[in-house]
């Protein structure tokens, strides 16, 4: 059900998704917070995600996330961005420091609502070691197909990708690009992707040839089985 206080229940047609006066970054990814069409105010969306594909994409600053999740914005997948639910969460909770563990609840909810206007999302976000297991239990309550990818160039690619981006208005500083850097490494849940000297295109490609998904939405023999876990996160 998808409620306007001020217009009462509204049908899907009648709802933005994304809020762009809530963007801070100068990319294609919009913060997601749903508003009615007709009065513009907030709306409500009561809704569990009940099956779909989650591509996961995760990585230093620099890696090239943002870059990989707007060319598959281009093949038909909605994104979700890390940073962008930083917003989102700063805004319904009227805070400025957001930790990483105030995000699970509002990229779960962001998930939700994605689901209702497609099968295929992709997540770009910084995911930490310690933080995997919660995403899985996201997923898998929601039934969804999933894997995770973690964008990992040569150091210095990063760096210097990080100082000619123009998607944010400041530079990066470097200790943070060396923190995640060291920080992110995973097990073999998480398949690594060098893209030092590969294009974003055929990163996309590399990407969606691991995670082949047939039209109808089912997933081909090569894409990862789940076990399910009953309820909702």
Known sequence: MITCPNCGEIAENEIKIYNGSLRKQYFSITPILPTCKHCGA?????????GGNIIVLNGTCGSGKSTVAELLID????????????QVVRHKKNIKQVAFCDM?????SE?????IFSENIV?????LPEDLDKFIEIFEARKMNYKFFLLKPEYQT??????????????????WIKRFYDLLIFDERVE??????????QTVEHILDKFAVLPDGIPSDNFIKITFIAGAV
Do not use: W
């Not at 699970?104 to 779960?108: G, L, N, S, V, W």
């Not at 690594?192 to 295109?201: C, G, L, P, Q, W």
């Open 75 to 86: 093949k038909g997948f909605l994104a979700i961005d890390g940073d962008c639910v930083m």
């Open 158 to 175: 990063a760096v210097e990708r990080c100082q000619t981006r123009t998607c944010h208005t400041s530079v990066t500083p470097e200790y």
């Open 104 to 108: 699970f609840d509002e990229i779960a």
């Open 192 to 201: 690594v992707i060098d893209n030092t000297d590969i294009t974003a295109e």
């Open 111 to 115: 998930i939700d609502i994605l689901s």
């Open 123 to 127: 997540l770009s976000h910084v995911i």
């Open 42 to 50: 907030e709306a409500s969306i009561s809704h569990t995600c009940n």
